[in-house]
T-cell receptor, first 113, second 114 residues
Framework: ETGVTQSPTHLIKTRGQQVTLRCSSQSGHNTVSWYQQALGQGPQFIFQ???????GRGNFPPRFSGLQFPNYSSELNVNALELDDSALYLC????????????FGQGTRLTVV | AQSVTQPDIHITVSEGASLELRCNYSYGATPYLFWYVQSPGQGLQLLLK??????LVQGIKGFEAEFKRSQSSFNLRKPSVHWSDAAEYFC????????????FGRGTSLIVHP
């Protein structure tokens, strides 16, 4: 079990609503990235935060936004939810440098109805 | 742009048989390569990684992978599969410079028959 925790574990929202997902990174990790994993697919990179600044973004619209806090925990916000946003959302944290391993949380299963 | 192809959506093996999961990548420079495993409803666990050096990489749970630059491949192997190995396996390629963000393949589902 990694030190990365995500909340909530499951969530059901209605189309058009907004949602906030949370991630507590492993101690000492200053980089957090978020991924969307649709059913039967590999994780797709949403964005990454390093020391509270976004330093990478995948091909996701602006209604996907995020924050990283001074303690390096992070939030993913999604506005105007669409049915296709239903997926497992994964958070991963790692330390500084490209040779460091990323540790993944268990994910939040979001269902949009 | 980097990309990963896992050509097998499903692989079925008998317990005790050997396993090879295929992964081909596309990346202009020397890549960072990873294999992750995901059990149902769970997050991803790193099995092994290749950054440089010896092209045969040993990982956890008895897995190994071999980096073959000429074939742009990083296939995962295990000599004897256990029923508990049934899971989804993802190959990923990361950039060797910049902000390091791995790109994942679509995964291979491993089914183990008793």
């Amino acid at each position: 079990e990694t030190g990365v925790t995500q909340s909530p574990t499951h969530l059901i929202k209605t189309r058009g609503q907004q949602v906030t997902l949370r991630c507590s990174s492993q101690s000492g990790h200053n980089t957090v990235s978020w991924y969307q994993q649709a059913l039967g697919q590999g994780p797709q990179f949403i964005f990454q935060y390093y020391r509270e600044e976004e330093n990478g973004r995948g091909n996701f619209p602006p209604r996907f936004s995020g924050l990283q806090f001074p303690n390096y925990s992070s939030e993913l916000n999604v506005n105007a939810l669409e049915l296709d946003d239903s997926a497992l959302y994964l958070c991963a944290s790692r330390g500084t440098g490209p040779n460091t391993e990323a540790f993944f949380g268990q994910g939040t299963r979001l269902t949009v109805v | 742009a980097q990309s990963v192809t896992q050509p097998d959506i499903h692989i079925t093996v008998s317990e005790g048989a050997s396993l090879e999961l295929r992964c081909n990548y596309s990346y202009g420079a020397t890549p960072y390569l990873f294999w992750y495993v995901q059990s149902p409803g769970q997050g991803l666990q790193l099995l092994l990684k290749y950054f440089s050096g010896d092209t045969l990489v040993q990982g956890i749970k008895g897995f190994e992978a071999e980096f073959k630059r000429s074939q742009s491949s990083f296939n995962l192997r295990k000599p004897s599969v256990h029923w508990s190995d049934a899971a989804e396996y993802f190959c990923a390629v990361g950039s060797s410079g910049g902000s390091y963000i791995p790109t994942f393949g679509r995964g291979t589902s491993l089914i183990v028959h008793p």
